[in-house]
């Protein structure tokens, strides 16, 4: 399978059966993480949740090399997205104003924002990295927003 929407449309499937009647947050995150980083191996170099705990970003589940641990709000791209509560896409991690190396293997990225059920408070972001510029669009964006809704129901 080599379309996008449609590797994105099994794994959302797949994640909503991840998390249907779960209670285990830790649990569902490090699983959601691996399948994503399973989904789309040759694209998401660095996988996974930042959780938004004592008023900043503290590491959560992931797939990939080691990472930060804190993040504060407004901060990189992470702490940008939590701040403004959407989702963003950085073609080239160098031209972002404050971006946070965690790994210098890292050229693009996308985060997304996990909003607490029904409401528009930030409870984690979902963070995605590249080894290639300009990785991640609008196909990713649409979908990991559809997953981030998926995985508010839990947080």
Known sequence: MNNKAEQYSLLTK????LVE???NVIGVLANVSAAMKAAFP?????????????NELQLGPFQGPVACYHIQKGRGVC???????R????DDVEKFPGHIA???LSRSEIVVPVFKNGTQDVAAVIDI?????ASF??????WLEKIAAILSRLL
């Open 87 to 90: 989702s963003i896409v950085v």
């Open 21 to 23: 009647g779960e209670t």
């Open 137 to 142: 669009d609008e196909t990713d964006r649409i």
């Open 102 to 104: 965690c790994s210098s």
């Open 42 to 54: 040759d694209t998401f170099f660095w996988v996974g949740f930042y959780v938004v705990s004592e």
């Open 79 to 85: 702490g940008t997205s939590w701040q403004n509560a």
């Open 14 to 17: 797949q994640i909503a059966a």
């Open 129 to 133: 990295d590249s080894r290639s510029l």
